[in-house]
């Protein structure tokens, strides 16, 4: 099973809006990471939180993590058509296993 | 760009044939991994291998084998191939020893389309 778990699976929203997407996982971590996915395209990084951070900005991004309800969210402020992509956090699972979820996909509309 | 190469970008064969898929890391990261990605599984760790030597396995078959060269390069074999080997194949690198202490770099992957 996956280690992280994101939510929704999908999201439509207008463009300008705000776009969260949440991400559960099993086991403690160490750090969590997100990745954008362009369709067909390799993922590319977004943000890296340890987990003795509870917030992470970059840009139009914001990333929480909740250690006690082993949660984490990405939330994209001001959304834009080239934001639209699929969205992955990643966690270590078991001995030394970067796992990704299976992914939100964000749609922007025009 | 994310400096990771992947070669051949399509490949389509024929089942029970063997392919081989190639990747260059980004110049200075010496840790190389292998997903898969299909529509019903998911993005599905493979292996990684540091400085050469495996350091982490995924749900890999034994169909399958990867290796890291010492020029760093990796390879991932497929053999004996099914129609459900059909799917995108990501290599990816870092600095790091362990997959969740620093970024990964993904490559744009190999489409591999199995008939």
């Known amino acids: 099973s996956q280690q992280g778990e994101e939510d929704p699976q999908a999201l439509s929203i207008q463009e300008g809006e705000n776009a969260t997407m949440n991400c559960s996982y099993k086991?403690?971590?160490?750090?969590l990471q997100w990745y954008r996915q362009n369709s067909g395209r390799g993922l590319v990084h977004l943000i890296l939180?340890?987990?003795?951070?509870r917030e992470k900005h970059s840009g139009r991004l914001r990333v929480t993590l909740d250690t006690s309800k082993k949660s984490s969210s990405l939330l994209i402020t001001a959304s834009r058509a080239a934001d639209t992509a699929s969205y992955f956090c990643?966690?270590?699972?078991?001995?030394?296993?970067?796992?990704f979820g299976q992914g939100t996909r964000l749609t922007i509309n025009p | 760009d994310s400096g990771v190469t992947q070669t051949p970008k399509h490949l389509i064969t024929a089942t029970g044939q063997r392919v081989t898929l190639r990747c260059s890391p980004r110049s200075g990261d010496l840790s190389v991994y292998w997903y898969q990605q299909s529509l019903d599984q998911g993005l599905q760790f493979l292996i990684q291998?540091?400085?050469?030597?495996?350091?982490a396995k995924g749900n890999i078959l034994e169909r399958f084998s990867a290796q890291q060269f010492p020029d760093l390069h990796s390879e991932l074999n497929l053999s004996s191939l099914e129609l459900g080997d059909s799917a995108l194949y990501f290599c990816?690198?870092?600095?790091?020893?362990?997959?969740?202490?620093?970024?990964?770099?993904f490559g744009n992957g190999t489409r591999l389309t199995v008939t």
């Open positions: 990643a966690t270590i699972q078991g001995a030394q296993k970067l796992v």
């Open positions: 086991t403690s971590i160490n750090n």
């Open positions: 939180i340890r987990s003795n951070e």
């Open positions: 990816a690198s870092s600095v790091a020893t362990t997959g969740g202490n620093s970024p990964l770099h």
């Open positions: 291998y540091y400085n050469g030597e495996e350091r």
